[in-house]
């Protein structure tokens, strides 16, 4: 079972010195936030319905890159994943993952493109 555990980094040189963890499994994406008071989300891979890959000109000279996980979770509709390594096998891995779980679970993510009304309207 393949994972990834990150950390979120600072810009400057790309070093670990934040309270943010990723741990991005198959089934599900988790983030620990915190020193003092820490919090746990959680998102199960078949929310995921669309992923992100940006990487900043700073970013991309530390070999950095931020995951952004648009989701159907109420908590949290966008999950970003900010300033970590191996972004873009990250970001491969989530959408391969998200597909599976979505195939194994059986669900189907329809899209709207705006002919609802337009079809059943005869006079």
């Known amino acids: 079972m393949a994972e990834f555990i990150e950390r979120k ?11 943010t963890k990723y741990y991005i499994k198959e089934d599900m994406l988790t983030i620990d936030q915190g020193l003092l008071k820490t919090v746990e989300s959680d998102c199960y891979m078949y929310k995921v319905q669309d ?60 899209l709207d493109i705006g002919a609802g009304g337009d079809i059943m309207d005869v006079d």
């Not at 980094?9 to 309270?19: D, M």
């Not at 952004?68 to 391969?96: M, Q, W, Y």
């Open 9 to 19: 980094r600072w810009l400057f040189f790309g070093l670990p010195f934040t309270f």
């Open 51 to 110: 992923v992100q890959h940006s990487a900043t000109l700073i970013e991309k000279m530390f070999k950095l890159g931020t995951i952004t996980c648009f989701t159907g979770d109420t908590t949290d509709p966008i999950i970003k994943i900010e300033h970590v390594r191996n972004s873009k096998a990250i970001k491969d891995f989530i959408l391969d993952c998200s597909e599976k779980a979505r195939l194994k679970r059986r669900t189907v993510n329809m």
